[in-house]
């Protein structure tokens, strides 16, 4: 389910997913696919996880390559969960194709 908050996603992001919703900042972004496809990867990769220990690994993975980085943009962008859903957004059949747990091959360090 797509809900409109300017409140819930963070200053300088368009969209979050908490599981089973996608908050998009304005409801002009309801009509861009890409953004909506990105998110559905996170909506699958939570569900995978059974959403709490996503939270979790998403959060430990961000601190270790928030320190890896030393910056907070490059930490985010590199974040397995993220590198599968930018690599993948435009590909709007990918969830059709997604292999379980895809996210996995991009936990191997590779810089964006």
Known sequence: MI???KYIVPKGYTGIT?????F???KQLKVNYILINHEKIHLRQQ???LVIPFYIFYGIEFLVRLIQ???WRKGYRNISFERESYS???NLDYLKQRSFCAFLKYLRYHDI
Do not use: D
Not at 18 to 22: C, K, L, R, S, T
């Open 3 to 5: 809900l409109i908050s």
């Open 18 to 22: 908490i599981f089973p919703f996608v």
């Open 24 to 26: 998009l900042k304005s």
């Open 47 to 49: 569900l995978e996880l």
């Open 69 to 71: 980085y030393k910056n």
């Open 88 to 90: 993948n957004e435009f």
